[in-house]
């Protein structure tokens, strides 16, 4: 077997591993997990003159679009869907699509949990998601820091399958 031919051949066998197949009413879908390690994070320093943050995009569906954006508004980690995206939050052990819908944005105040749920609407069907973060003043020594940090992420392609939070 030539090189490129078995690159290509690892490859598959990589994302194969990533996604787990799951069926729903007739319908087939995939449920693609990312566990980032170590924890991605972007941070809001005061500590400056100026304040500045950064900013993280998302894209759950892996269709090549951002589908969250996620930033800090004032002092507060700040996430926003794309159109067609919803946020929320389940605080029970529930299937995402029992939750209550807000909209496209939710603020991930400190010290609280973060069992972030989304709903991507798809010719009236949902596909939902969720993702595990939480927030954090200070690190390494900077107090004058607030920091994000997204552990895991998962999206279900599969209209309406009942995900549960943290289900990979």
Request: proline share 3%; glycine share 4%; aromatic share 14%.
């Amino acid at each position: 077997m030539n090189k490129p031919r078995l690159v290509i051949v690892l490859l598959l066998i990589i994302v194969a591993t990533a996604c787990k197949k799951v069926e729903y009413n007739g319908q087939t879908g995939r449920i693609f997990h990312k566990t980032y390690s170590p924890a991605l994070n972007i941070n809001y320093v005061m500590n400056d003159e100026e304040q500045h943050c950064d900013t993280l995009k998302l894209d759950l569906d892996q269709d090549g679009a951002t589908d969250l954006k996620i930033c800090f508004q004032y002092d507060t980690p700040y996430i926003i869907g794309s159109k067609d995206w919803e946020l929320s939050v389940a605080y029970d052990d529930l299937y995402i699509n029992q939750v209550d819908w807000w909209n496209r944005d939710y603020h991930v105040y400190l010290s609280q949990m973060n069992a972030i749920c989304v709903r991507h609407t798809i010719d009236d069907e949902y596909c939902y998601g969720w993702i595990d973060a939480y927030t954090k003043i200070g690190s390494e020594g900077q107090v004058d820091a607030i920091r994000f940090y997204l552990r895991e992420t998962a999206y279900c392609t599969c209209p309406n399958y009942p995900l549960k939070w943290g289900e990979k």
